[in-house]
């Protein structure tokens, strides 16, 4: 247990007295779901006041952006790490009501960490094996908790929004893929030439960064000018098991270690706009280290609604410090 500090103001996130010091503590418990870590703070973050999620989002990006710097940034957190703040739902349906950031700034939505919340909310024995419902700035996403550490997540509805979009990047000439939704705007390309390997990955990095760069430049968006964050390349599968195996590019210019659950999402939208899948059969995704998502979609008045299926293993539970005489105090500018 952290021992009890008193504050110095109103706001959760401030420094607080210690003895003869200032710190701020920050609870975390963390988790990888498929290879991808996950940070939920649990204690310590700011508050963000009443509203909907996506109200509250918008203020955690405008008032307490060196909260997000500081858990998840160096030198306490990395350019992989995804952050999770729990936050009281709106919903009283739901379980717990979740936010999400990286390195660069907020996320409308996460699907593995999404998986990676619920195994943490079973950590901290909020929930038991079961169905149950979480909300995000995105909308409520119901999840069915096995008990261990298999979590699947039933997404915001998804779709595509543009088929077959031409764009042209520079040093590797002209690129056509689908823009799609699924809970984070994505831009998924089939035809390409590169190796979806792990030796690959600066190469990989370099070419679906130019191309988001070549996409903003175009003026190439999602629906209501929805900025494309998420570059997703797809190859042939390495497991026998797979249908297919990707890379995808993430904001901050990091590339997801699991199959990525809202790029999963965009993927069986696009499949089912083509009529490759049906509603209920299962499509496995591999990831570029390998790790695999289930995945399925059912209609529901005509929209593809996904679900996703992974594993979520707790990684640590920590406390993280800053002092406010260090000089990365609030993690390293974005």
């Known amino acids: 247990m952290i021992a009890a500090v008193a504050p110095l103001s109103g706001t959760s996130f401030d420094f607080f007295a210690d003895g003869d010091r ?15 870590p996950t940070r939920v703070v649990v204690e310590g973050g700011p508050d963000l006041g009443d509203g909907s999620l996506a109200e509250r989002r918008m203020r955690l990006q405008e008032k307490f952006d060196d909260f997000r710097r500081t858990v998840v940034t160096e ?16 919903d009283p349906e739901c379980a717990a009501g979740a936010i999400f950031f990286n390195n660069v700034g907020v996320l409308n939505m996460c699907g593995h960490g999404a998986i990676g919340v619920a195994r943490t909310l079973a950590h901290l024995k909020r929930i038991k094996a079961g169905t149950h ?5 995105v909308g409520v996403v119901a999840f069915d908790y096995d008990g ?9 509805p998804s779709y595509r929004h543009r088929k077959d979009v031409a764009v042209d990047v520079p040093g590797y000439g002209p690129v056509r893929g689908d823009v799609a939704w699924g809970g984070n705007w994505f831009f ?14 600066d190469r990989l990095t370099d070419f ?7 996409l903003e430049g175009a003026g190439i968006t999602g629906s209501d000018g929805g900025v494309i964050d998420h570059i ?17 590019l993430c904001p901050g210019k990091a590339y997801d270690r699991s199959p990525c659950g809202t790029g999963t999402s965009a993927k069986l939208a696009c499949l089912h706009a083509d009529r490759k899948l049906q509603p209920g059969v299962v499509w496995k995704q591999e990831s570029i280290v390998g790790s695999l998502f ?6 529901v008045d005509g929209q593809c609604i996904p679900r996703v299926t992974g594993s979520a293993y707790i990684t640590a539970e920590a406390t993280l410090l800053s002092h406010r005489d260090d000089p990365f105090a609030k993690g390293f500018p974005g």
């Open 22 to 36: 200032l710190v701020r503590k920050i609870r975390v418990i963390d988790s990888h779901t498929e290879g991808e």
């Open 75 to 90: 030198p306490r957190g990395n350019d992989v790490l995804v952050g999770a703040l729990l936050v009281p739902p709106a």
């Open 133 to 137: 419902r979480l909300e995000t700035p």
């Open 148 to 156: 261990a550490h298999r979590v699947s997540i039933e997404n915001v």
């Open 188 to 201: 998924l390309v089939g035809d390409h030439r590169e190796s979806l390997t792990l030796r690959n990955v």
């Open 208 to 214: 679906t960064w130019k191309m988001r760069a070549a």
């Open 232 to 248: 997703e390349l797809f190859g042939p599968p390495h497991s026998p098991v797979a249908h297919s195996r990707n890379f995808v």
């Open 294 to 299: 289930e995945a399925s979609y059912r209609l």
